[in-house]
Structure formats: structure tokens, C-alpha cells
């Protein structure tokens, strides 16, 4: 008996060690700043890389970066190309069809229309761009606008400017840098606040991961490193 209890306990230990040596792969756009971006020296940067980095800290979990284009996101997640996506993922009922999410770490931001300057675009019964597959596109469908999609954030913008669109609606942290920078785009409009915050998506079956970047979101809700990191990277959003 005491030889079968030693034996049990190594098996466990060596579980255990097995367990902390695995890699928790974070999927990632790369095309959504200040969410996440690819910085000059091809690495992922942004909010989300600085959040992340810091709940695989407290979760005491050894992550990488892999990166995905956003209309495959999902799929790929389900299909185990990576463990977790953390990629600007507004929480919706229609997601959560297929996936699992952590508790959000950002409160429902605000999305924005941008157009060209000193145009006076129809934004409920217009042409307007949405990035494909996300809660902006819903949004336009529901409007009763006409929406294009796009796979890419940037091809929004572009469809402005080209004239495909009369405006694009986005996150507002996305779009407002750009008016800012660019004479001829401004944002016009009211804004629009749809889904339910932001969260780290999860695989179903990957319970356990789900709980532990939920209690870290927790911890640093709790001792205010995220509301700074939120104030850091998203000045415009609402704090927890």
C-alpha cells in the first residue's frame, strides 16, 4: 500500500510539473491597435499584449503570441490552434454559441462612424463599412443601413476613401487616432455602445483555463492595474 500511495503521488507530481511546463498560446489580430498591433520590430504590442503578458504572470501560465487573421479567429481556436483569444472580442450571446469567454476586461466601449471631412454621410440608411464578423456589422444589419464587409480593419478605412462607403463604424480607440492623423477623415455622428465589454475567448472544454484568466481579470480589477492599463492604452473608455 505504501508503495502504490509513493507511486500515485509521483504520478501526480510528474502530472503536476507536466501541466506548468505546457505553453498557453494567446491568439491575436495584430491589425487592431491600440487593442493589439504589430510593433517595428514584429512583435505583438498594444493593451492587449501588456494585459496579457500580466494575466499569464498571475496565472502563474508560460504564454506565447500567435497571430490570426480576425475571420478565422474562431475556427482556429475551436480547431486547437491556440489555447485563447484575446483580440479586441466583444462578449455576445451569438459567440458565446460556439465559444467560452473569461469575465471581461474592458466595460461595453464605444463605437464610432468616421467619414470624410465635411461630408454629411447618411449613417441609418447609407453605405457603411464594418470589419467582417463583428458586433459593428451587427449593428449596421439592425440599422437598416447597408453594410460591406471587410476581413481587415484597414479596409474599412479605405473604403471611405475610395468612396465604397459613405462612413465606417468601429471601436472609437480604433478610429479616433486616425481622424486625429488624417485631414481628410473625421469622426461624425453619435456614438454607439453595443455588446458586453471584452473578454478572453476560450474553448468549451477548457474550463479550467477559463478560471484562471477569469481570477486574474479579478486580481487586477481588484488592485487597479487594470483600470491603469485601461487608462493607458484606452483614455476614452470607462474604468472599472
Known amino acids: 500500500m505504501k508503495k502504490l500511495l509513493i507511486t500515485t503521488a509521483a504520478l501526480a507530481l510528474s502530472a503536476t510539473s507536466l501541466m506548468a511546463a505546457d ?3 494567446l491568439g491575436t489580430e495584430g491589425a487592431y491597435p491600440p487593442y493589439n498591433f504589430i510593433n517595428d520590430k514584429g512583435e505583438v504590442d498594444g493593451f492587449e499584449r501588456e494585459l496579457g503578458d500580466e494575466l499569464c504572470k ?54 464610432a462612424y468616421m467619414a470624410l471631412a465635411g461630408s454629411s454621410p447618411d449613417l441609418a440608411g ?50 479616433a487616432p486616425i481622424a486625429e492623423e488624417n485631414a481628410d477623415l473625421e469622426l461624425t455622428g453619435d456614438d454607439v ?35 491603469e492599463l485601461i487608462k493607458k492604452w484606452l483614455p476614452d473608455s470607462a474604468p472599472f
Request: glycine share 8%; aromatic share 6%; net charge negative.
Open 23 to 25: 505553453v498557453v498560446r
Open 126 to 175: 447609407g453605405v457603411i463599412a464594418a470589419q467582417a464578423a463583428t458586433i459593428q456589422a451587427a449593428h449596421v444589419t439592425e440599422s437598416g443601413a447597408t453594410l460591406v464587409e471587410f476581413a481587415s480593419p484597414d479596409e474599412t478605412v479605405a473604403a471611405v476613401r475610395n468612396g465604397e462607403a459613405d462612413a465606417v463604424l468601429a471601436d472609437k480607440a480604433f478610429l
Open 58 to 111: 498571475r496565472a502563474e501560465l508560460t504564454c506565447e503570441w500567435v497571430t490570426n487573421d480576425w475571420d478565422s479567429i474562431i475556427p482556429n481556436l475551436v480547431s486547437g490552434n491556440y489555447d485563447a483569444i484575446i483580440a479586441g472580442m466583444a462578449i455576445t450571446d451569438e459567440r458565446k454559441e460556439k465559444i467560452d469567454f473569461s469575465e471581461n476586461y474592458t466595460q461595453p466601449d464605444p463605437s
Open 193 to 227: 455602445l453595443i455588446g458586453g465589454g471584452i473578454g478572453l475567448g476560450i474553448r468549451k472544454s477548457d474550463n479550467a483555463l477559463r478560471d484562471k484568466f477569469t481570477a486574474a481579470i479579478q486580481s487586477m480589477k481588484a488592485d487597479g492595474s487594470l483600470n
